[in-house]
């Protein structure tokens, strides 16, 4: 089964500031993978998935960017930070079996202060 | 357009006591995928249940039950004899089952606190 990574767990960045979040999946290949930002008290918003290395979809605009620069590795970018970017980032990944389900790695806690 | 509401915001029960979170969905695909996720207070989504939209039984899972009727659009979840470890959020979810894009449509959520 799938086992997926994400770092920092934590972090905490001044407005302006670039960032780079990482997600790292394990125990598949060529997998889906998605990033959701989840503000506090909210539900889940889509902001990227991609089908495959390279392959990038934009769900909302904002000032962030997606990379998947190797087939298990999804990265979530931004080269200015605003406080609307505070929130808590899942990464998911889709299980190959096509059912759609989704496992969500452990998140990462983004405050812009 | 596909949606999903969860009109229950916040929920609180006694241990020991059923509870049933709502989950209404809207659709015009034939195939499609139902789920339900929770949210502890860790933040990490765990699975819990896939329903696909042609399999209507209702499934239970230790105090945990589902009930699928497409004639209402609902999938609702049943917790019985609550305990404080299921305090959650709890996420139901859509999905179009002839995408291979596999993006969920979520549910605002509901949270669910449980005291002792």
């Known amino acids: 089964s799938q086992t997926i990574h994400q770092w920092p767990a934590t972090l905490v960045q001044p407005v302006g500031s670039p960032l780079s979040l990482e997600c790292t999946v394990e125990g598949t290949s060529n997998p889906n993978l998605y990033w959701y930002r989840q503000a506090a008290g909210r539900g889940l918003q889509l902001l990227f998935y991609?089908?495959?290395?390279?392959?990038i979809s934009s769900e909302v605009p904002q000032n962030l960017s997606a990379s998947r620069p190797q087939d298990r590795q999804f990265i979530l970018s931004s080269k200015k930070l605003l406080l609307s970017d505070s929130g808590f980032y899942l990464c998911?990944?889709?299980?190959?079996?096509?059912?759609?389900?989704?496992?969500f790695g452990p998140g990462t806690r983004l405050t812009v202060l | 357009a596909q949606k999903v509401t969860q009109a229950q915001t916040e929920i609180s029960v006694v241990e020991k006591e059923d509870v049933t979170l709502d989950c209404v969905y809207e659709t015009r695909d034939t195939t499609y995928y139902l789920f339900w996720y929770k949210q502890p207070p860790s933040g990490e989504l765990v699975f819990l249940i896939r329903?696909?939209?042609?399999?209507?039984q209702n499934e239970i899972s230790g105090r945990y039950s589902w009930n699928f009727q497409k004639s209402t659009s609902s999938f609702n979840f049943t917790i019985t004899a609550s305990q404080v470890v299921d305090s959650a959020v709890y996420f139901c979810a859509l999905s179009r089952g002839s995408s291979n894009t596999g993006k969920l449509i979520f549910g605002q959520g509901t949270t669910l606190q449980v005291k002792p």
């Open positions: 991609s089908v495959g290395i390279g392959q």
């Open positions: 329903r696909n939209s042609f399999d209507e």
């Open positions: 998911a990944c889709l299980r190959g079996d096509f059912t759609d389900t989704q496992y």
